[in-house]
């Protein structure tokens, strides 16, 4: 199975860090949040990967290259502008191929065993839901046992959190153009409505790196848990 690393955001909240870098390259822990998913899919088996960019992609794909210093095989998806989740996944698909594949967000950090999450048949999507964090209490999906179903009335306190992790199925991007600028949740809700998405729960180590406080956080975590001495002006 392929897998893509989402990677196109500008990362407007982690301005003025984002002006001049692009947010998966930003460094957690001594290596750059990218790399850290990297290692991660390569433990798992995925070796061949696809990575979208656009705000500074240019220097994605010089930090990265064809990913052979990193025991993996990186195609590029540029996009002249961000398409938004749904549309970079549609516009990477001649790169992922025919058969289902593994998308994960750039800027989460996560201790996920990549190789369990699977599409189970006749599903269009596999979703790794986490605990609500601080920032996000409402939750976005509802999981009841391995399913993923339609919020009914009373439910939405029992939402999770995606993770930003999921396998797909090419089908579900089936009626959107290439280089249409496209958001995943819709497509998501209406597979949900027929009963083809699937999900499981992780209860380990996920952050949205969505702000530098955030970053700074997992940064001293990291260097905590690794020995690592703290970067300077912490």
């Known amino acids: 199975m392929k897998a893509m690393i989402l990677a196109a955001g500008r990362g407007e909240r982690m301005r003025p860090l984002t002006d001049h870098t692009p947010k998966p390259l930003l460094e957690a822990g ?4 990218i790399v850290w998913h990297i290692e991660r899919l390569r433990e798992a088996g995925f070796t061949e990967l696809v990575i979208n960019h656009a ?3 240019h220097l994605l794909e010089a930090a990265l290259g064809d990913g052979r210093r990193l025991g993996v095989h990186i ?3 540029p996009e002249r502008e961000a398409l ?3 549309g970079g996944i549609r516009q990477a698909l001649p790169l992922l191929g025919d058969h289902p594949f593994l998308v994960v967000n750039g800027d989460v950090f996560c201790d996920v065993d990549f190789a369990s999450v699977r599409l189970q048949p006749g599903d269009f999507a596999q979703l790794l839901l986490v605990p609500n964090p601080a920032h996000h209490t409402a939750g976005d999906f509802l999981l009841r046992g391995t399913r993923i179903v339609a919020d009914d009335e009373g439910a939405a ?3 999770l959190t995606f993770s930003g992790i999921g396998v797909y199925d090419p089908a ?5 153009a290439p280089g249409s600028r496209a958001k995943l949740a819709p497509l998501l809700r209406t597979a949900i409505a027929a009963g083809r998405v699937g999900g499981a729960r992780h ?3 996920w952050v949205d790196v969505g702000t530098p406080a955030r970053l700074a956080e997992l940064d001293r975590s990291l260097r905590i848990e690794y020995g690592q001495h703290p970067t300077s002006g912490e």
């Open 172 to 176: 579900l991007f089936a009626d959107l």
């Open 157 to 159: 306190a029992q939402c």
């Open 75 to 77: 195609a590029w998806s």
């Open 55 to 57: 705000h500074l992609g």
């Open 30 to 33: 001594g290596k750059p949040l």
């Open 84 to 86: 938004e989740t749904a």
């Open 203 to 205: 209860d380990g180590c």
